[in-house]
């Protein structure tokens, strides 16, 4: 064929025509872009405008270059003559790109034949154009760093050597578009999650939900000239929002609008309105029903479970409760796990269940384990609670650990463990233990281990000091022995109005900082053993905790009663099973020795 020069807007077409012409494939066939010119049409233009240079804001603006109504074509000027290898150079690549094809990247093969002779970047560029026009881009307004990038390239050749792997050199970019924004909900209450959880609870001035804004998109332009239109943004939600002001408050800003708690609770919708409520019934409460009801004891949330008979199954197997009142009017199953500050249970607990309590807890038959700061409890069966104080109409096994202890009537097989008092109005079984055992509460134990490593720590610190001390003493009387005479000197020359030697002067005033300094440290022997006695002191009366308390019984022994007092401070036991009327047991010191006192 014949080299042909034209003119053309659509360089892949003109290829084509050319190459059906000749009766050759496509690929028989190469070009030269001898010059090629932009034009443009803007908002205010009739007429197409030619570009001088390669710099499209340099005639308008960026918004304009992305509207749908900007129009840019290129008029290439190429001749078309039959392909041949060069001699020198092969680069072979293939063209990857983005979506929108507003990035376009040459992926070059390690195989190509690059050597770093003269030519070679102005034949790169070339190759890299005939590419591009071959697949429709436009070139010099999309390759403004096409330049830059040959270098880039050219110099790891120098610096490495051959392609090792496929180098991505970047040949085209233009306005990429950004996506709409459609607006959305964050349900920031929800970001803890608890599996199979129903409430969700909040304190006040935590974040509850946030409403996004929809964003618009910007159109974008690819490396075609081709406009991308985005579209408008969804907004699905600007009209389903509504709040109870009177439990929330909102704050807005260019980004969204937020919405807080004004007071703690759980959130819940209500007609259509998000509202915080601290009042919640249920009929049941199950791990299939309901799950698990856990916002937090701090949290104002009131639960009241249960709508039928008082021995109703209310609370079922493996369900997790943790609010601030709990009021059940039926049964607590099996492994359910129950915090709160305040806890009513009409009816049954499981032996298996464990209740945890701030403040009171009211039962009427216990068979778990309870721990409360009060509990009261019309039956206890088998059941154990650890209190403060606690009062038990009628108990039939089980154990109590607390301070102070009131039964109304007690069976048989009862382990009660106190501090202060045990008080049973009626015994009508065998077989239990009434127990006085300080060290057996937990608070009597924490105080009184805390203070007994406290006074070790500090007397054994009193003793470093001490001897410490005697050492410093003791090497200061040596020293006392052998300054008099000197003192003697230096107090001669002042009396004779004659300055003294320097060195004696000098040792006289470190002897008298020595005295001082040890006076000082006696004073603060002293301090730290009146802290010592203090604690000693303080640590002999709960020594002593035993001596206060009380065991009563407003009915006859039957001596099947066993009560032990256990001190404190060596662990012995004092034990007896009384008989006949005895209302109070105590223990009272005779010398040394701890005894029972009897009162009838």
Known sequence: MNTIQISTFNVPDELKKIAQQEHLPLEAISFDLLSYQTQYKGIVDED???????????????????????????????????????????????????????????????????????????????????????????????????????KALLLKIQKEGPLKEPYRLPIATFYSPTLPVNDNIILHYKKIQRENNLVDGVAVDDLIFEYIFAINGIDGRSCTGEHIHVGEPLIRYGHAIGIDSQTMRAEEDHHSIRFYATKSGFVERKNGLFTISQDLHLKSASFKSTGSLEAGSEKEINIKIGAGEEDDDAIGAGVHIDVQTLDVKGTIGSNTKIQACEVTIGAQTHKKSLIEVEENATIHLHRGNLKAKNATINVLEAGTVEAQTVYVKNMSGGEIIAQRVIIDVLYSNAKITALESIEIKSIEGNGNELIINPRAIPSYYDQISILENDLAGKQLELQKKGKEHLQKEVALQEQHIRIAQTIEKVNQAVRENRLPNKADKVRVMQYKHAVETLKNEEIMIKAQEEVIHALQRKLDELYDADLHAVVTHSKEYNGHTRVQFVDPKTGKIHAVSPHGNVTHIRLHKEGDEKKFFFES
């Open 48 to 150: 197409w405008k030619a570009l001088e240079g390669d710099n499209l804001e340099e005639v308008t603006t960026e918004i304009e270059i992305r509207s749908k109504i900007f129009l840019v074509r290129q008029e290439y000027y190429i001749k078309v003559y039959p392909a041949t290898q060069h001699p020198y150079f092969d680069l072979r690549f293939s063209i990857a790109f983005n979506k929108y094809r507003t990035k376009i990247v040459a992926v070059i093969d390690p195989a190509s034949t690059l050597p770093l002779k003269k030519g070679i970047q102005e034949y790169l560029k070339e190759t890299i154009y005939r590419k591009k026009l071959r697949n429709g881009y436009l070139v010099g307004i999309t390759d403004q760093t096409l330049d830059q990038e040959i």
